[in-house]
């Protein structure tokens, strides 16, 4: 990432954005980390699968974050942020899963999730953040958008749901 | 700002058990499970040093998933065991768990006198207004007009109002979390366990299987727009406009916590071992 010199207050700004940036890759990691876990309690192995590998890559990408800080790597979440919204622009929200979801489903939820990253990252860019802080909004901007090609690309390969995929001949809320 | 240090203070997962949970995917209760050892983690407490209580139900299966010690009790009596967990264990920290079903029917007589003993844990109920374990009954906070299959029509009856009757009956802090907001609720849980004597903290926890229409429960929940009061009168004043979805701390009391007995116990535990004997006729 370019690193203009910049004042001490810039610095702090930057480090603070970056940390941020940090918080919203982790927060990622832990939700489909566990939405992989639910998914594998109740058999759905394929799309537990995949968000097991959507956690992979976020944690590379928390890990470029450290390694670009030179932080350690850090054993728990730091603190929280105060987002625009409850969680983090990355962070699918914990209800999106459902038992019998497929693929395709699980991908949509990851471009909505890069979609949120990207327009977050792009609203920095284009605001009045220090000088650097913006740069590096920018290139985060950008690989949020390379992140979003690649899961279109990804879900042209994975078939769609067939109409009725919720449909379960012996449902969990029939009760009689 | 400084760069985030690596700490030797215990994370979050070091309260995870290895056991995953078996709720529904999308389940609310993952959520409040994620904020719990986020709380814990943020407080320094040790595994060891805390209990957690519950009663019957989904959310009840929650002691299971920490690593703390855990009690999965009688439908509808976590409060008295976690009650007397913590009078017998002062030193411990004792988080009670429960949903609507048992915290607030089954188990309701105890809330209130749990409220009104003021005895130093924290009550985490995880409402999603329904009976999910058993498949779908209405239980107390459920809306009366709610119709299903085992209610047609719905109840008819008026919903439970949980943080009026925890004002009422003597709770010294009252509070409402959402579990679409993990780490909100997570520093509300650590709050609730810092502030001393009987901490009530509802969890608005959706049940995708049984109430799909509680997503939107991210829409409706927001900030209470007011910083919490000390004044229990200002604090009921607010519960009349409340439309349930003011998420934050309600109410902090300054009320002392319950004491424990003035005299020590006079018997032993061998001396409770010889009660039990049973004797040769």
């Known amino acids: ?176 | 700002m400084n760069a985030p240090l690596a700490s030797t203070a215990l994370a979050a997962k070091d309260f995870k058990s290895d056991y995953k949970p078996v709720w529904c995917p999308g389940c609310g209760d993952y959520s409040v499970l994620t904020a719990v050892t986020k709380a814990l983690a943020s407080l320094n407490l040790r595994p060891e040093n805390v209990a957690v209580v519950s009663g019957i139900g989904c959310s009840s299966r929650i002691p299971a998933y920490t690593t703390c010690y855990g009690f999965h009790g009688v439908h509808g009596r976590s409060l008295p065991a976690g009650t007397g967990l913590k009078v017998a264990r002062p030193d411990l920290t004792v988080l009670v768990a429960s949903g609507d079903g048992d915290g607030y029917s089954i188990g309701g007589n105890h809330f209130l006198h749990a409220c009104r003993r003021n005895v130093d844990l924290t009550y985490i109920v995880m409402d999603n207004h329904v009976y999910g374990m058993t498949k779908g009954q209405p239980s107390p906070t459920t809306e009366p007009d709610w119709s299903s299959k085992l209610a047609p029509g719905g109840t008819g009856v008026r919903e439970f109002h949980p943080l009026v009757i925890a004002l009422a009956s003597g709770a010294n802090f009252i509070a409402r979390a959402f579990s679409g907001d993990p780490n909100g609720a997570a520093a509300l849980i650590a709050e609730a366990v810092r502030h001393p004597g009987f901490s009530f903290i509802e969890v608005l926890s959706p049940c995708v299987t049984f109430r799909p229409e509680q997503r939107g429960w991210k829409e409706s929940a927001r900030p209470a727009p007011v910083a919490h009061t000390d004044d229990p009168a200002r604090a009921a004043r607010r519960l009349m406009t409340d439309d349930g979805f003011n998420i934050g701390v309600l109410y902090k009391g300054n009320r002392a916590p319950y004491a424990g007995l003035a005299t020590a116990a006079s018997h032993s535990v061998a001396d409770l071992e010889a009660g039990f004997r049973l004797q040769e006729r």
């Open chain 1, 1 to 176: 990432m370019a690193k203009p010199a910049q004042s001490a207050a810039d610095e702090e700004a930057y480090a603070e954005f970056m940390s941020r940036a940090y918080t919203m890759e982790l927060e990622a990691v832990e939700r489909y980390a566990q939405f992989a876990d639910q998914l594998d309690t109740h058999n759905n192995r394929e799309v537990a699968q995949l968000f097991r590998k959507l956690s992979e890559i976020e944690t590379l990408h928390a890990k470029r974050i450290l390694a670009e800080m030179r932080w350690p790597s850090l054993p728990a979440l730091p603190a929280a942020f105060a987002w625009d919204s409850f969680e983090a622009p990355e962070t699918a929200p914990f209800d999106t899963v459902h038992y019998l979801m497929r693929p395709y489903h699980a991908l949509e939820i990851a471009l909505r999730c890069e979609l949120q990253a990207q327009k977050y990252y792009e609203e920095i860019a284009a605001g009045t953040a220090p000088r650097r802080v913006k740069l590096a909004a920018k290139e985060m901007a950008a690989e949020e958008a390379e992140h979003v090609a690649l899961i279109r690309e990804w879900m042209k390969k994975v078939p769609q749901p067939a109409p009725g995929w919720d449909e379960d001949p012996d449902p969990p809320q029939i009760n009689d």
